[in-house]
């Protein structure tokens, strides 16, 4: 039986120089610093932004050895030291109901404990909270276990954590309203998407998610064309109640954040994936969409605090066929140009292409790597007309090829059904 995820509660990054990136996450992308937790032998810092957090880790050099226990989990609260030459986005951690089940169940289906079922008690009396560490199948990627139903948060991160600031990263902020993690992205070698879709479906319980209406369930959403190939394949859970972590309340639960499985097809020369996978030394987490409810003025508002963004070649705003639909849409070709945004509206769900089918679209942009190696980067992405949706509903990751992959890229919806059933 699987292990059941309620939702996604953090994503740690571990990084040579943690003021560094935590810095970066706090002057550029407007996160705000919760928690630090500083030992002799690590640095962690918690940043927060709606219900999206991040966790930077440092190994601390400060010549002390490590234990083999500090080694296993202890040096690092929440995580495990993973051991990695680059700086790598590696644990995406999950709250469950009850971790010293989920951890029994995972490791009957012989699942590798890293760290086993932990108590760590608030010191301030906030109650306490349980964590394990499972080794995830893709390359360095862990995932922590939590339950921190016992645990009375009062602003701050987790117990152990010292709180940083006054907790008050709840104002709203109407420039940048970014509101949690809408997809994590992992990079796989080719051919390991269906290892990994079992894997997660047997051990979390993780359903497939059909990005196009078209889409082959054994070959997934296929991008096969102008030198871009690459295999997206996704997959999501469904949060529990927000009410309460143990009530199956059908109809109030919501899908969390997805994960997307992004693969290079062969012979179509070096992507993005294929960078990743080499300069990463591995497979793992290539990047994370965070959503926001106004993409415009969270990408202005973040450029002009120093993130770059990728911008696609000019002629994407002015192609006739494009115009029309960011105009349909309500934006301006202009606008979306200076910042680089990209729309991906649902046509291909429909005959008729000459209008927006049912109003929902996304729009979305990417950041430049952020860590000094070409790997792990951000993603704005802002989802419109309409709730998450279901199977063949999704306005998929198209787009992101004509910035990600070369200038030559200007395709049709109606030219990507082709291909598609060419494949
Ligand atoms: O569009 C998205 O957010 C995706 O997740 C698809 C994707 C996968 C791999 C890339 O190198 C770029 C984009």
Redesign the pocket.
């Known amino acids: 039986m699987a292990a059941r995820v309620c939702r996604l509660h953090h994503v740690s990054l571990h990084v040579s120089n943690a003021v560094r990136v935590a810095g970066a996450l706090a002057s550029r992308f407007q996160f705000v610093a919760v928690g630090a937790r500083v030992t002799a032998r690590s640095r962690q810092l918690a940043l927060r932004k709606g219900s999206a957090v991040f966790v930077v880790n440092e190994r601390r050099d400060t010549g002390v050895t490590w234990t083999e226990a500090e080694e296993n989990g202890q040096g690092y609260l929440y995580d495990v030291r993973p051991c990695y030459a680059v700086d790598s986005a590696c644990n995406v951690c999950f709250e469950v109901e009850d971790v010293t089940e989920s951890c029994a169940r995972l490791s009957d289906r012989g699942c590798d404990v890293l760290v086993p079922p932990t108590e760590v008690c608030d010191p301030d009396g906030g109650g306490s909270v349980t964590y394990s560490v499972i080794r995830s199948v893709v390359g360095n990627v862990c995932h922590t276990l939590l339950d921190r139903s016992r645990y009375q948060d009062q602003g701050g991160f987790l117990p152990g954590f010292q709180r940083v600031g006054d907790g008050t990263d709840s104002e709203p902020d109407s420039r940048c309203p970014v509101t949690h993690f809408d997809?994590v992205?992992f990079a796989c070698p080719r051919r390991s998407t269906g290892e990994v879709m079992k894997w997660y479906q047997e051990n979390f319980g993780f359903q497939r998610f059909f990005i196009g209406s078209n889409e082959d369930v054994d070959e997934g959403y296929v991008l096969n064309q102008d030198g871009i190939g690459?295999r997206?394949t996704a997959m999501e859970y469904w949060k529990c109640s927000e009410i309460g972590l143990s009530i199956p309340f059908k109809d109030s639960q919501t899908p969390d954040c997805k994960f997307?499985i992004?693969e290079s097809l062969p012979e179509k020369g070096q992507n993005?994936?294929d960078t990743f996978l080499k300069q990463h030394r591995g497979p793992g987490i290539?990047?994370i969409?965070l959503s926001t409810q106004n993409i415009v003025s969270t990408a202005e508002t973040m450029a002009q605090a120093g993130v770059e963004f990728f911008t696609p070649p000019p002629a994407y705003y002015t192609e006739v066929g494009k115009q029309q639909e960011i105009l349909e849409a309500g934006h301006h070709p202009k606008e979306l140009k200076q910042h680089g945004i990209l729309l991906d509206t649902d046509l291909r769900n429909h005959e008729d292409s000459s209008t927006m089918p049912n109003g929902r679209y996304l729009l979305?942009v990417f950041t430049k790597p952020i860590f000094s190696e070409d790997t792990f980067f951000l993603?704005l992405?802002e989802r419109r007309g309409g709730h998450r949706v279901r199977r063949g509903e999704h306005p998929g990751?198209v787009e992101?090829c004509s910035v990600?992959y070369g200038e030559r890229v200007l395709r049709t919806e109606t030219g990507l059904r082709g291909q598609n059933q060419a494949d």
């Open positions: 997809h992205t690459l997206l997307v992004a993005q994936v290539q990047h969409g979305q993603e992405i990751p992101v990600l």
